[in-house]
């Protein structure tokens, strides 16, 4: 798959040879998603209100930092949140796990272990969300589930859609796998409650920006230093998220002189990987982080991001959930 993805931002013969496949596809998760609908297919309810945030594209769009943002606001608004996963690429057997901030991200993913950390609040993951939700209400008292990653998991009954989007990249081609990157069907977002966009936001869709001024060393979190610091200064930029290109931008446009190594969504980093031959600065995302505490050197660095959202955003979803809230917030 990650062959194809260079084929999935353009009309190309690769793309064009592959489109009856994705017009296939999309059929598929049309009729999947009605047979929930029609309750050809059960469903389960939490009994807590559910907030969804996904994306119909493959790939990194910002859903992680703005489930921390959410879990802030949340918070604020006297919730008591909490997240299930998937907790994609881990290799645990038993689910659901209940991730902490020292869990091993090679068991249970690098997103669960980075959600723990930031948001210091009930994380359980597991690749059937109804489990994760089940686990999480059984073991914790929370009145509000965050589904990371879960749009396309019809079995769980949610409250609120919440669809990220990558405002450069958008939807690339149009297609659905193979042919683009599409998960569903592009109309698909017609019918989400909210569309947040990444770094460029069109008519309908609110504002999503992502903001970090610092920096930490991975050796000893307790140091931290100003990004500015490094600004003129040759470093290596490492990235194993969705689109590597957003991290390298960023840091160029702050000024500092890049020595770019792109790798792929979630990659498991070995000490080769940043084996560079010499002692410049290194500096990686957060989730990559999560991933190479035990490769840590003196000269490792990551940078924290921020999401900053349309204030509107943050009044609407909780007006909505207030709404959807008072049933399950008066069940015993």
Same mark, same amino acid.
């Given at each position: 798959?990650?062959?194809?993805?260079?084929?999935?931002?353009?009309?190309?013969?690769?793309?064009?040879?592959?489109?009856?496949?994705?017009?296939?596809?999309?059929?598929?998760?049309?009729?999947?998603?009605?047979?929930?609908?029609?309750?050809?297919?059960?469903?389960?309810?939490?009994?807590?209100?559910?907030?969804?945030?996904?994306?119909?594209?493959?790939?990194?769009?910002?859903?992680?930092?703005?489930?921390?943002?959410?879990?802030?606001?949340?918070?604020?608004?006297?919730?008591?949140?909490?997240?299930?996963?998937?907790?994609?690429?881990?290799?645990?057997?038993?689910?659901?796990?209940?991730?902490?901030?020292?869990?091993?991200?090679?068991?249970?993913?690098?997103?669960?272990?980075?959600?723990?950390?930031?948001?210091?609040?009930?994380?359980?993951? /597991?690749?059937?969300?109804?489990?994760?939700? &089940?686990?999480?209400? *059984?073991?914790?008292?929370?009145?509000?589930? !965050? @589904?990371? +990653?879960?749009?396309?998991?019809?079995?769980?009954?949610?409250?609120?859609?919440?669809?990220?989007?990558?405002?450069?990249?958008?939807?690339?081609?149009?297609?659905?796998?193979?042919?683009?990157?599409?998960?569903?069907?592009?109309?698909?977002?017609?019918?989400?409650?909210?569309?947040?966009?990444?770094?460029?936001?069109?008519?309908?869709?609110?504002?999503?920006?992502?903001?970090?001024?610092?920096?930490?060393?991975?050796?000893?979190?307790?140091?931290?230093?100003?990004?500015?610091?490094?600004?003129?200064?040759?470093?290596?930029?490492?990235?194993?998220?969705?689109?590597?290109?957003?991290?390298?931008?960023?840091?160029?446009?702050?000024?500092?002189?890049?020595?770019?190594?792109?790798?792929?969504?979630?990659?498991?980093?070995?000490?080769?990987?940043? /084996?560079?031959?010499?002692?410049?600065?290194? &500096?990686?995302?957060? *989730?990559?982080?999560?991933?190479?505490?035990? !490769? @840590?050197? +003196?000269?490792?660095?990551?940078?924290?991001?921020?999401?900053?959202?349309?204030?509107?955003?943050?009044?609407?979803?909780?007006?909505?959930?207030?709404?959807?809230?008072?049933?399950?917030?008066?069940?015993?």
């Amino acid at each position: 798959m990650q062959r194809l993805e260079r084929y999935w931002y353009s009309l190309n013969p690769v793309s064009i040879l592959l489109w009856p496949l994705g017009l296939l596809f999309g059929g598929a998760v049309m009729v999947r998603r009605l047979a929930y609908r029609w309750g050809l297919l059960k469903c389960f309810s939490a009994g807590v209100p559910v907030i969804v945030v996904g994306n119909i594209t493959v790939g990194g769009s910002g859903k992680t930092p703005l489930v921390i943002r959410l879990v802030e606001v949340l918070r604020g608004a006297g919730y008591r949140p909490g997240i299930i996963s998937r907790g994609y690429g881990g290799s645990a057997q038993d689910w659901p796990r209940q991730v902490g901030p020292d869990s091993d991200p090679q068991e249970v993913g690098d997103e669960p272990v980075l959600l723990a950390r930031r948001c210091k609040c009930p994380v359980l993951v /597991a690749p059937d969300r109804v489990a994760a939700a &089940l686990a999480l209400l *059984k073991g914790h008292n929370c009145d509000v589930i !965050l @589904a990371d +990653d879960g749009l396309q998991h019809y079995r769980l009954v949610r409250d609120i859609e919440i669809a990220v989007i990558d405002g450069n990249r958008r939807l690339g081609n149009g297609g659905c796998l193979p042919a683009g990157p599409l998960r569903e069907p592009a109309q698909r977002l017609n019918s989400v409650d909210f569309i947040v966009s990444n770094g460029k936001a069109e008519s309908g869709e609110f504002l999503m920006t992502l903001a970090g001024e610092r920096t930490i060393n991975l050796a000893d979190p307790s140091v931290t230093c100003a990004l500015p610091g490094f600004r003129g200064e040759l470093v290596h930029a490492v990235a194993g998220i969705g689109d590597p290109s957003r991290f390298f931008n960023y840091l160029g446009r702050r000024g500092l002189r890049l020595l770019e190594h792109p790798f792929p969504d979630h990659h498991p980093f070995t000490s080769t990987d940043l /084996a560079f031959g010499d002692e410049l600065p290194v &500096l990686m995302t957060e *989730k990559d982080a999560v991933k190479c505490q035990k !490769l @840590a050197r +003196d000269w490792f660095w990551y940078v924290p991001v921020e999401a900053r959202l349309d204030p509107e955003l943050e009044r609407r979803l909780l007006a909505q959930l207030s709404y959807r809230a008072v049933p399950a917030r008066a069940t015993p």
